[in-house]
């Protein structure tokens, strides 16, 4: 299903004059309205008169989280106060929030956005779309929300939480659509279980899960366990929330509406803008956004623009599943490792669940940088026998390092005992006083 054919199968040449239109009112838009972006304009010896092609793009500076924290609350308003309707926030690691001021025009923008995402999942206005992203400040409930309304479909605004009420409503309203974070669907399926009723029996047909590092291979645990399609979508709360990018029918890259967030690729290291099909920090520019417009704000997000067109029709540009983010890169005694990458390892271990968590700690002594992988067992494969344990975690030990090239002791622990959550999964406790 798509959504909107005039923006998503736009003949390219015509998507990026649109683009650059857009681009060029937006650069206009900032430097007469937000006296931060005029001077970071102004510092970098750029004027919006110097903006001739996308490609000029490459001379805007870049907007960084520190510069939204700085900000905080309203310094990056581009309209009077009077024309936000609604704001949202995301609290971050540091404590100090980042928020997203919304006009009309950009609340149009989001629902659209979220429209395509879900028609992405084959969602009409015939489905029921049970809603269990958190609703609030959280980008992933309210835009959910909004887009379910936009295509007409009956939406259950039941939230995160509350995992046996969940699988009930999906029972007696036959929920066909499900959306929420990869680690709450995984573990609404335990919960199933654990109440005698078998998930795949309830009904539903896909699922729209994102807002956290989720790989290949949990996509297929989702998919079995509950017998549905399971959709992976992006978006970040600076950049007006889920609804950014998403799969379609294809299910091998989300497209990016880049025809209201512009992407590009960057370095990370050297901030030099990549070709398409190259690894890098995704970089957007918000080019129809009024309330707090963002110009090529990094990310840390780390994927690629994918090349080639996609056989569902759509001509906006794809970005690959996210391979993890330049902030939350492990250094562990030298090595560059992502969490992600320990997922990935650990699912072609059918003895394990894809529950762990990776406690990262630093000896007084040696200096040297210890990490502990818990890993659950999997009922089936749990056994008192203390030699079969020691088997599998060996077994797992030799994985990791011929995996990813590092040493790391891996603890078996009992299913189900590492805390669970019904939005963001936790995966790493980094000890380290870096
Ligand atoms: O998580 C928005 C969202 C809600 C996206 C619901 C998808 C679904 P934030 O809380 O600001 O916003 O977190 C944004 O989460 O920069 C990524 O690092 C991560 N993230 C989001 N989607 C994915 C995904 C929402 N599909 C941050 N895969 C982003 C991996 C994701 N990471």
Request: with cysteine.
């Amino acid at each position: 299903m798509i959504w909107n054919s005039k923006s998503e199968c736009m003949n390219p040449e015509a998507l990026r004059s649109l683009q650059f239109a857009r681009l060029k009112n937006l650069v206009e838009r900032v430097y007469t309205n937000v006296p931060f972006y005029r001077a970071k304009l102004d510092e970098a010896g750029v004027s919006p008169t110097d903006i001739k092609s996308l490609d000029d793009l490459a001379k805007l500076p870049f907007t960084t989280k520190d510069d939204l924290r700085t900000t905080y609350p309203y310094g990056l308003l581009a309209v009077p106060q009077c024309e936000i309707v609604e704001i949202h926030m995301s609290s971050g690691t540091t404590g100090t929030p980042v928020i997203d001021a919304y006009t009309q025009r950009d609340m149009d923008d989001w629902c659209e956005g979220m429209a395509r995402t879900l028609s992405g999942a084959g969602a009409t206005r015939n489905d029921t779309i049970q809603n269990a992203y958190g609703y609030g400040l959280f980008t992933g409930g309210l835009g959910a929300h909004y887009g379910a309304q936009r295509i007409g479909a009956t939406i259950i605004p039941v939230s995160s939480g509350n995992t046996e009420k969940q699988l009930v409503l999906m029972r007696d309203f036959k929920s066909t659509l499900v959306t929420c974070t990869p680690s709450y669907m995984l573990y609404m399926a335990e919960r199933a279980h654990e109440m005698g009723i078998d998930p795949a029996s309830l009904g539903l047909r896909a699922g729209c899960f994102g807002a956290e590092p989720w790989s290949e291979n949990m996509r297929r645990e989702i998919e079995k366990a509950w017998n549905i399609k399971a959709y992976d979508i992006y978006g970040l709360t600076e950049i007006t929330g889920p609804g950014v990018a998403f799969e379609c029918a294809e299910q091998d890259g989300m497209h990016m509406n880049e025809d209201l967030w512009y992407p590009e690729i960057i370095d990370p290291e050297t901030g030099k803008v990549l070709p398409d099909g190259k690894k890098g920090e995704l970089v957007i520019t918000t080019i129809t956004k009024e309330g707090t417009p963002l110009i090529r704000y990094r990310t840390r997000d780390i994927t690629l623009i994918m090349k080639g067109q996609c056989g569902c029709g759509r001509t906006t540009r794809k970005i690959h599943r996210l391979f993890g983010r330049t902030d939350d890169l492990l250094v562990i005694r030298g090595v560059n490792i992502f969490p992600s990458q320990i997922e990935h390892a650990l699912m072609d271990i059918p003895q394990v669940e894809p529950n762990y968590l990776i406690i990262v700690d630093r000896s007084e002594k040696t200096h040297l940088d210890n990490v502990e992988l818990h890993v659950e067992v999997n009922p089936e494969a749990f056994s008192d026998e203390t030699k079969d344990m020691e088997t599998l975690r060996n077994l797992i030990e030799a994985t990791m390092k011929s995996k990813l090239g590092i040493s790391l002791k891996v603890k078996l622990v009992e299913p189900k005992s590492i805390e669970r959550s019904t939005g963001k999964a936790k995966r790493v406790i980094d000890k380290r006083q870096l």
